[in-house]
């Protein structure tokens, strides 16, 4: 088998950060989420890869290399606008070729990885195999309508009134099957290629599609609270390794990673929490749930539950959490009067201060 990831789009939930940045590279725990994913695909015995990039193509081609950091070789697919994944699938039907693959959507975070689906694809005789979970508020998702042998029967894009609870996480196993289906189908009212209308394309035509259940954690990573979510469930796994600096004004508690070069001086590190190469804590708390980027610098700062990526500083501010903070970027207490808040932010941005 091989693998197709997707790590096109433009991340619209996460502006201001992706118009300068890929949402597959925002990190969590300081590892970028598409690696996860292609972490992922390793550990379920694929080697070869292709991913579907766009705009932000210069930056994962960076990020990623050709691969051999993963164990993996990378061909990389460009697409030239976001029409939709089906079109994805149909731009890369020279990489894919007659194989079965798995089809990847790179901002998706999994605990367990696919190890499971891919070897129930294998072991089946299936043409589509979609892993799904169940949530909360299915009229966000794409949901899935299954029969008594766990067959799909009936797919929706974010209905109104949902079938089932069960959402479609970005992760696909196809047989060849799948290049009939996406020539076959129209745009759709938004001009694009939908995934749905293929696999239901499938459905129709009588091939088997089956569903495949989530068995751990999953997050779509493209809204601030699932990013921290992701971020928390993977600090509670840290164990704890000091590499840096710490000196004896400074307490350190719980399961908290100081990576080579940081420096902390008369600090409170609280875990589970991680602090980047080169950074610099000074006076500073840095409580639970926190990843602090390489090279950041805080002085006299307060931080918990948030992503701090590299590069930049906080200094003399305090309260700060559930913050997702960018790349060099400052973050500095005002003196003088009047007591006012003064802000210099980019378009889609979210701020909250106390009044």
């Given amino acids: 088998m091989k693998a197709l990831v997707l790590a096109g789009g433009k991340g619209t939930r996460l502006r201001p950060l992706t118009h300068t940045s890929a949402k597959q590279l925002v990190p969590i725990a300081n590892k970028p989420v598409l690696y996860y994913g292609l972490e992922a695909i390793k550990d379920a015995g694929i080697t070869e890869v292709g991913i579907i990039v766009g705009d932000t193509a210069r930056e994962v081609r960076e990020a990623v290399g050709d691969g051999s950091r993963f164990g993996l070789e990378v061909t990389y697919i460009p697409q030239e606008e976001p029409l939709g994944l089906a079109h994805c699938v149909l731009i890369a039907r020279d990489f894919v070729g007659d194989e079965p693959f798995v089809m990847y959507l790179g901002d998706n975070f999994l605990v367990n990885g696919i190890a499971d689906l891919v070897d129930a694809y ?188 590299g590069e930049s500083s906080i200094l003399g501010v305090s309260g700060l959490t559930n913050s997702l903070i960018g790349r060099n970027v400052e973050v500095t207490r005002a003196t003088g009067l009047p007591n006012m808040n003064q802000l210099m932010v980019g378009d889609h941005s979210k701020i909250q201060v106390r009044a």
């Fill in 122 to 309: 294998r072991k089946a005789d299936y043409d589509a195999q979609i892993l799904l979970t169940r949530v909360a508020e299915p009229q966000l998702y794409g949901v899935a309508e299954l029969g008594p042998d766990g067959e799909i029967t009936g797919l929706e894009e974010k209905p109104e009134h949902p079938r089932s609870d069960l959402a479609i996480v970005g992760v696909y196993t196809f047989s060849p099957a799948i290049h009939d289906a996406v020539r076959a189908i129209s745009p759709s009212a938004r001009g694009e290629l939908e995934i749905t209308d293929a696999i239901r394309w499938l459905v129709d035509n009588g091939y088997r599609v089956h569903s495949h259940l989530v068995s751990g954690y999953w997050k779509d990573t493209g809204r601030l609270q699932d990013m921290l979510e992701c971020n928390r469930i993977v600090l509670e796994t840290v164990e704890r390794d000091i590499k840096g600096t710490v000196d004896g004004l400074s307490e350190i508690t719980g399961r908290v990673v100081i990576e080579p070069g940081a420096i902390v001086e008369h600090s409170v590190i609280r875990g589970p929490a991680v602090l980047g190469a080169n950074a610099k804590i000074i006076g500073s708390y840095i409580g639970p749930y926190t990843s602090v980027g390489e090279g950041c610098v805080l002085e006299g700062a307060e931080v918990e539950y948030s992503i701090i990526l």
